[in-house]
Nanobody, 121 residues
Framework: QVQLVESGGGLVQPGGSLRLSCVVS????????MGWYRQAPGKERELVAL???????TYADSVKGRFTISRDNAKNTVYLQMNSLGPEDTAVYYC???????????????WGQGTQVTVSS
């Protein structure tokens, strides 16, 4: 079994900041990549940011320069620092990890339950 537990979402005013965290636990052999996706009402889930095991990052164009993804490999934790938030960032944010587990020795994606981020005055 594996768990991805997100935290840090909430309500913030435009221009504000939030920091999301996602802790991965379970019988993990390796974590290939970790990332954040988001889904706004009526829209498809989209990639926000990814980080691989050596720290290479990828960002959606819409968040470049505002969001920063980082990870602590020792803690199996990924973070998303979100600055200069706007109403367009309102969505449920999902943590994603591509991992190999002892019980499932294949590279598979796993998801957290999601955390709501609402940007509104």
């Amino acid at each position: 079994q594996v768990q991805l537990v997100e935290s840090g979402g909430g309500l913030v005013q435009p221009g504000g900041s939030l920091r999301l965290s996602c802790v991965v636990s379970g019988s993990i052999v390796s974590i290939i990549s970790m990332g954040w996706y988001r889904q706004a009402p009526g829209k498809e889930r989209e990639l926000v940011a990814l980080i691989n095991s050596i720290g290479t990052t990828t960002y959606a164009d819409s968040v470049k320069g505002r969001f920063t993804i980082s990870r602590d490999n020792a803690k199996n934790t990924v973070y998303l620092q979100m600055n200069s938030l706007g109403p367009e960032d309102t969505a449920v944010y999902y943590c994603n990890a591509v991992m190999v587990l002892t019980s499932r020795p294949f590279r598979l994606p796993y998801w957290g339950q999601g955390t709501q981020v609402t940007v509104s005055s």
